[in-house]
């Protein structure tokens, strides 16, 4: 039984059909395997070059060394050849943005039901902050 991304790589499909980047990026993880493919993704590909974001500059001079057997397991995962080199770029982790949070005037203590519990947050507190 054949890999989807070999079917998918051997089919002459219009290029608005499947683009070689969306059938790379398809087959990366399977490609490099779970560890590398949590650290890294497929950026783009650009002519024959398929550019790979990665975590850090360990981690893209390591992959580095190992191109020529990534590319001989993507031509062996697709069928076929779609990129002729690999490029690694640390690639800047998208930061989500923060939620703003809602500033209560009420005092954090007064949630505390038990009276002296409450009174001996509170002065440990104020300890804690003279």
Known sequence: ?????????????????????????????????????????????????????????????????????????LEQVLGRQIAKELEFRIAVPKIQPARAEVISSADEADEIRDPVFRLVYKAARKRATA
């Open 1 to 73: 039984m054949e890999r989807a991304g070999r079917v998918l790589g051997k089919l002459k499909l219009t290029k608005n059909t499947v683009s070689d980047e969306e059938i790379a990026r398809s087959a990366w993880s399977t490609a490099v395997g779970k560890k590398i493919a949590l650290r890294t993704h497929v950026v783009g590909l650009v002519r024959d070059r398929l550019v790979i974001g990665v975590e850090d500059a360990v981690w893209q001079r390591q992959l580095f060394t190992l191109r020529q057997q990534i590319l001989g397991r």
